[in-house]
């Protein structure tokens, strides 16, 4: 069974940076590209970013370009999602998912929450 | 970027009942879209790709359709466990997006 656990969110001020995990167990991590999808409090789905196996291709929703990094750590079975000069519009929970172009399996999401 | 719309943005139904949701895209998609169920508090759920295909272990009373700009998800028979908000996700160009969602609660 895939299981996928986020953390390392919480709260943090505008301008300010956050680094999310995931730690992924039950699939051969290194074989699949892997996503961030974030949802805002009380809205709908946002795609974040994407990642390939090896780690070299990412893709970026506009509004995150410049700002966050996706990552990865193949022995680790980690992923991860580094956050700078964050908005309050970047508020949300912040779902790790494995991607096959749609997202097949998801963790339980990490809230971030970007206040003064 | 490809726009995605669902309709009806909510409704109600009951138990039993035969349920469709549309999703249309703003521009053709050939058969790039999946359906997700998503209940209060948890994680969404992949239900279908490839507009028709069902994910595993997914019910097969769930069943989608369509290609182009215009898609459906059946729900044949209503189950309690059904109650959940329905969003489509296109997966034709990035940045990948998905429809603003679907509610269906009771009646």
């Known amino acids: 069974e895939v299981q996928l656990v986020e953390s390392g969110g919480g709260l943090v001020q505008p301008g300010g940076s956050l680094r999310l995990s995931c730690a992924a167990s039950g699939l051969t991590f290194s074989n699949y590209w892997m996503s961030w999808v974030r949802q805002a409090p009380g809205k709908g789905l946002e795609w974040v970013a994407n990642?390939?196996?090896?780690?070299?291709?990412?893709n970026y929703v506009d509004s995150v370009k410049g700002r966050f990094t996706i990552s990865r750590d193949n022995a680790e079975n980690s992923l991860f999602l580094q956050m700078d000069s964050l908005r309050a519009e970047d508020t949300a929970i912040y779902y790790c998912a494995k991607f096959r172009d749609y997202f097949e399996n998801w963790g339980q999401g990490a809230l971030v929450t970007v206040s003064s | 970027a490809i726009q995605m719309t669902q309709s009806p943005s909510s409704f109600s139904a009951s138990t039993g009942d035969r349920v469709t949701i549309t999703c249309r895209a703003s521009?053709?998609?050939?058969?790039?879209l999946a359906w997700y169920q998503q209940k209060p508090g948890k994680a969404p759920k992949l239900l279908v790709y490839g507009a028709s295909t069902l994910q595993s272990g997914v019910p097969s009373r769930f069943s989608g359709s369509g290609s182009g700009t215009d898609f459906t998800l059946t729900i044949s028979c209503l189950q309690s466990e059904d109650f959940a908000t329905y969003y489509c996700q296109q997966f034709y160009s990035y940045p990948y997006t998905f429809g603003p969602g679907t509610k269906v609660d009771i009646k």
């Open positions: 990642i390939n196996q090896g780690g070299s291709g990412k």
């Open positions: 521009q053709g998609i050939s058969s790039s």
